[in-house]
């Protein structure tokens, strides 16, 4: 079964950066979005960043001008780099893959915390 594989979270200082990659473990044709949510303890699970298979992006309010998404459509893979992060951006982070025939595929989740 094909898995999303995601590395690159851990503790950063606020105002640092940090970059999140995800990957597929094998093949998934036809991907249409790729995106990162996150959850806060206690908060229910949002959306951070999308990108389509067009390259169409969206931000959270909140991370707009701080992040961007990077997609490698050759790869099945997309990045999420994060600059001047701050203390609520703090959760765990997951991938998600979405094809055009709407199979949903998530990765295990990565912890990013951002304190001093």
């Known amino acids: 079964q094909v898995q999303l594989v995601e590395s690159g979270g851990g503790l950063v200082q606020p105002g640092g950066p940090l970059r999140l990659s995800c990957a597929a473990s094998?093949?998934?044709?036809?991907?249409?979005?790729m995106a990162w949510y996150r959850q806060a303890p206690g908060k229910k699970r949002e959306l951070v960043a999308i990108i389509t298979s067009t390259g169409t992006t969206n931000y959270a309010d909140s991370v707009k001008g701080r992040f961007t998404i990077p997609r490698d459509n050759a790869k099945n893979s997309v990045n999420l780099q994060m600059n001047s992060l701050k203390p609520e951006d703090t959760a765990v982070y997951y991938c998600?893959?979405?094809?055009?025939?709407?199979?949903?595929?998530w990765g295990q989740g990565t912890q990013v915390t951002v304190s001093l």
């Open positions: 094998g093949s998934i044709f036809a991907i249409d979005f």
């Open positions: 998600n893959f979405k094809t055009f025939a709407r199979n949903d595929y």
